[in-house]
Nanobody, 123 residues
Framework: VQLQASGGGLVQAGDSLRLSCAASGLTFSRCGMGWFRQVPGKEREFVAG????????KYADSVKGRFIISKDNAKNTVYLQMNSLEPEDTAVYYC?????????????????WGQGTLVTVSS
């Protein structure tokens, strides 16, 4: 199983970025997907989750209204559209796949993780 995250970079506050996570080696349409982020010295934090067919989406309060998670089962890819970025959004962003849960806020519920992509937002 591989989850390949991409799309991170250095942007200014107020800008937008779209992260992608391409999955292989698993039945993607049967997986709930999530995006988490982590900064040094802190625990991995839930950002957004989406159910297997995309019918349910959940967001952390800190990103609600600014970020949008979507899932394309035909392309085995999950996206995170990040708008109105803030310096506090600076982190390494990870995608994850859950075979048992439709989506989850809890990192240990996810079976597979991508390698992470760095997002840096300057003020």
């Amino acid at each position: 199983v591989q989850l390949q995250a991409s799309g991170g970079g250095l942007v200014q506050a107020g800008d937008s970025l779209r992260l992608s996570c391409a999955a292989s080696g698993l039945t993607f349409s049967r997986c709930g997907m999530g995006w988490f982020r982590q900064v040094p010295g802190k625990e991995r934090e839930f950002v957004a989750g989406i159910s297997r067919q995309g019918g349910t989406r959940k967001y952390a309060d800190s990103v609600k209204g600014r970020f949008i998670i979507s899932k394309d089962n035909a392309k085995n890819t999950v996206y995170l559209q990040m708008n109105s970025l803030e310096p506090e959004d600076t982190a390494v962003y990870y995608c994850a796949a859950a075979e048992t849960f439709p989506y989850s806020y809890i990192p240990s519920h996810y079976n597979y993780w991508g390698q992470g992509t760095l997002v840096t937002v300057s003020s």
